[in-house]
C-alpha cells in the first residue's frame, strides 16, 4: 500500500483511541483557537499514533481490520465539532512540516460556526465496487425532538486499502467518505437525538447524539 493510502487508513484505526472530549461550542473564541491549536501540536508529538477520534466516533465495526458481511458497507460514523476541526488541521499540518496558526486552521476547517458534520467511513461490498457511497441513504439527524435539514453532503474521492484480518481473502476494498454538516440551532448546543440512515447493503444505523459530550 502506498504511505497516502495508509495515513487514510491510519485515521481510521485512530477511532479506536483517544481522550475525553467537552460540551460542544459553536463559535470559537480567541483563547478556545489557542486551546484547540495547543492540543493539536502536543498530539502531533505522538503521531504514530494517528489522529484520536474516538471521544467523536458515534459508531465503530468492533474489529476494522476484518470485512464481516453483517456489519454492511460502514466502518465508523463520527461526529465533527468547529473545535475538533480546527484541531485537526492543526496537527495535520504539524506532522507534515508545514505549520498554520489557529486562524488558518479555523479558515481550513471546513464546518463553520454554529455547525457540526457527520463523517461515515464506509468500503466497497466486493473488490471493485467503487459506487457505495452513492449507496448511502441521505441522514437523518433529530436533535431536541426537531428533525434538521442537511446544510450539505460530500462525497470523497475513493481509493483502495486493506482488511488484512478478513477470513478467507485477502481484504482489499475501496474506502471513501460521506460527510453530511447541519446546522445547530440556537437553544440547542446541549440538545440530544438521533442519527440514523441505511448504507448500500440495505443495513439500517441508528444512534444517539448528545451534543453536550462533544466539544
Given at each position: 500500500?502506498?504511505?497516502?493510502?495508509?495515513?487514510?487508513?491510519?485515521?481510521?484505526?485512530?477511532?479506536?483511541?483517544?481522550?475525553?472530549?467537552?460540551?460542544?461550542?459553536?463559535?470559537?473564541?480567541?483563547?478556545?483557537?489557542?486551546?484547540?491549536?495547543?492540543?493539536?501540536?502536543?498530539?502531533?508529538?505522538?503521531?504514530?499514533?494517528?489522529?484520536?477520534?474516538?471521544?467523536?466516533?458515534?459508531?465503530a465495526v468492533e474489529d476494522n481490520l476484518r470485512l464481516v458481511?453483517?456489519?454492511?458497507?460502514?466502518?465508523?460514523?463520527?461526529?465533527?465539532?468547529?473545535?475538533?476541526?480546527?484541531?485537526?488541521?492543526?496537527?495535520?499540518?504539524?506532522?507534515?512540516?508545514?505549520?498554520i496558526t489557529p486562524a488558518q486552521a479555523r479558515e481550513q476547517?471546513?464546518?463553520?460556526?454554529?455547525?457540526?458534520?457527520?463523517?461515515?467511513?464506509?468500503?466497497?461490498?466486493?473488490?471493485?465496487?467503487?459506487?457505495?457511497?452513492?449507496?448511502?441513504?441521505?441522514?437523518?439527524?433529530?436533535?431536541?425532538?426537531?428533525?434538521?435539514?442537511?446544510?450539505?453532503?460530500?462525497?470523497?474521492?475513493?481509493?483502495?486499502?486493506?482488511?488484512?484480518?478478513?477470513?478467507?481473502?485477502?481484504?482489499?476494498?475501496y474506502i471513501g467518505t460521506v460527510t453530511t454538516r447541519y446546522?445547530?440551532?440556537?437553544?440547542?448546543?446541549?440538545?440530544?437525538?438521533?442519527?440514523?440512515?441505511?448504507?448500500?447493503?440495505?443495513?439500517?444505523?441508528?444512534?444517539?447524539?448528545?451534543?453536550?459530550?462533544?466539544?
Amino acid at each position: 500500500m502506498t504511505p497516502v493510502r495508509l495515513r487514510r487508513l491510519s485515521a481510521l484505526l485512530a477511532v479506536l483511541s483517544g481522550a475525553p472530549a467537552l460540551a460542544y461550542v459553536p463559535s470559537l473564541s480567541s483563547a478556545q483557537l489557542q486551546e484547540a491549536a495547543a492540543q493539536a501540536q502536543r498530539l502531533a508529538q505522538s503521531a504514530d499514533s494517528g489522529y484520536p477520534v474516538r471521544p467523536y466516533t458515534l459508531y465503530a465495526v468492533e474489529d476494522n481490520l476484518r470485512l464481516v458481511a453483517a456489519n454492511g458497507d460502514v466502518d465508523a460514523v463520527t461526529i465533527a465539532t468547529p473545535f475538533e476541526r480546527t484541531r485537526y488541521q492543526v496537527f495535520v499540518h504539524k506532522i507534515g512540516d508545514d505549520p498554520i496558526t489557529p486562524a488558518q486552521a479555523r479558515e481550513q476547517a471546513q464546518l463553520p460556526d454554529h455547525q457540526v458534520a457527520f463523517i461515515v467511513f464506509a468500503h466497497g461490498s466486493s473488490p471493485d465496487d467503487q459506487d457505495f457511497l452513492k449507496g448511502i441513504s441521505a441522514l437523518t439527524f433529530t436533535l431536541g425532538g426537531r428533525t434538521l435539514r442537511p446544510a450539505s453532503r460530500d462525497l470523497s474521492d475513493t481509493s483502495l486499502s486493506q482488511y488484512p484480518r478478513t477470513v478467507g481473502e485477502i481484504g482489499l476494498r475501496y474506502i471513501g467518505t460521506v460527510t453530511t454538516r447541519y446546522v445547530i440551532p440556537a437553544g440547542l448546543e446541549a440538545a440530544s437525538g438521533t442519527l440514523s440512515f441505511t448504507d448500500a447493503t440495505g443495513k439500517t444505523f441508528r444512534m444517539p447524539v448528545n451534543l453536550s459530550r462533544y466539544r
